[in-house]
């Protein structure tokens, strides 16, 4: 049957039975000079933000961070260590071409989303490297229904990993692309769900998205669809296929990216980003982690960046409700701005996640101040209530004032936060840029 007459009568293109499941074997990747495949990817034993990776340093780099303050963790998860849910990697194929993905896991969710994210993110990177080919003969709607497929199969519960690592009903976003050569054609082909997004960054560093999503409001925990362990799809997934340049590059971010650049002016916005030296990492990815965020005050110092403490002063609104805008970056950076031609995969990611630090500063210091003061008053509440036996009733008094104290400063804070118009976003990031050929 043709393929417009299976999708006239609702039968799937692509029989669910013919998509082959992924199955780990790494005969077929090229290795690096160390023995090891090419295949980089968030690690499954690390719960928390694992820095940058730069490997081979020709081919692809990612950074894998937040702008969230350490104390929302600890408050929202009980986890001193903190937690990112964003995963996902890329890998490099036989025949010389890329692949990657990304995975969001859906706010809210803790260690069972991260895990969900974690486990969707290995499947499908297994999958990319060992089937990607099958995409070449394929049109837009035949690519909808096999990654349908692949999202099913990386939903299912024999891939639902058990004990610390269970993912039962943990949800993410996604993002996969794979590069593809079709003739004297080299093609960029995937599929996204939710607000994951895969961005070509064409020779001439303009960005073009390639996949798109749609909130049904404003708010951005309105993810736009995901994926959910044990219970499949949840929402529309959205393929593309897109003819790109040897010289482009491909970028995979989170939603912790793309809701903290303007919408209005984002593809000169994101250009300039990259290429800001101003953003340059001379640091360890633990100094990296400590960098300032957006400041926000009239007459803003901004030291430390790029090594050094350099300073660059900027006159700003204050209060500001708005993201950064070209304007700003302009007239912070002046001149200072790369060739496009110069910045590589490391620059790209690095510039981005300096910039999202910068962005969320105002945030940022806000909710480390309320997060902060809510996990004292949580303490003060069980110490009264697990040590009334033994505490004095002086110390039982300074308790319950400074209790009342934290519960004041609790309700005036949250007032503020509603009060205070916030355009950026605190939230996990992952941002990841490789190259579509090993050249």
Known sequence: MSSWLSSLFGKPMVDPSQTPEAVWDEADLPRDSEGYPILCKTCDSDNTSQGIVNKPKDIGAYFHGSTS??????????????????????????DGTLFGVVCDGVTSGGVINLNAAQQFSEYILRWLAQHKGRFASMDEPMLKEEVNNIFLQATSFKNNRQGEHNSEGGSATVALCAVIKRGNKILLMGASIGDASCIVLNPDGTPSFVTSYQRQGTSAKDTGGQITMCMGIHGDVRPFIREIHRDSKILLVTDGVTDNITRREFGTMLNLIMRARLFNEEQSSEDLQMLPHRPRTQSVVIPRLGGRNKQRLNSLPTPSPNLPSVEEMVRMCGEDYADWKDV????????????????????????????????????????????????????????????????????????????????????????????????
Not at 80 to 89: C, F, T, V
Not at 404 to 413: A, V
Request: contains cysteine; proline residues 2%.
């Open 69 to 94: 303050p350490p104390s929302y963790y600890k408050l929202s998860y009980h986890l001193q260590e903190g937690l990112n849910m964003d995963r996902g990697g890329y890998g490099l194929s036989s």
């Open 344 to 439: 590589s995969c490391l620059d790209i990611v690095v510039r981005i996640t300096h910039y999202l630090k910068w962005a969320t500063l105002e945030l940022y210091l806000q909710e480390e101040t309320f997060f902060k003061s809510e996990l004292k008053l949580e303490s003060c509440n069980k110490k009264l209530m697990s040590e009334a036996d033994t505490l004095s009733e002086d110390e039982k008094e300074k308790l319950k004032n400074d209790i009342s104290d934290l519960q004041d400063s609790s309700k005036r804070m949250r007032r503020e936060r509603k009060e205070q118009l916030h355009a950026a976003k605190t939230d996990d990031a992952m941002v990841i840029a490789f190259n579509p050929i090993w050249k």
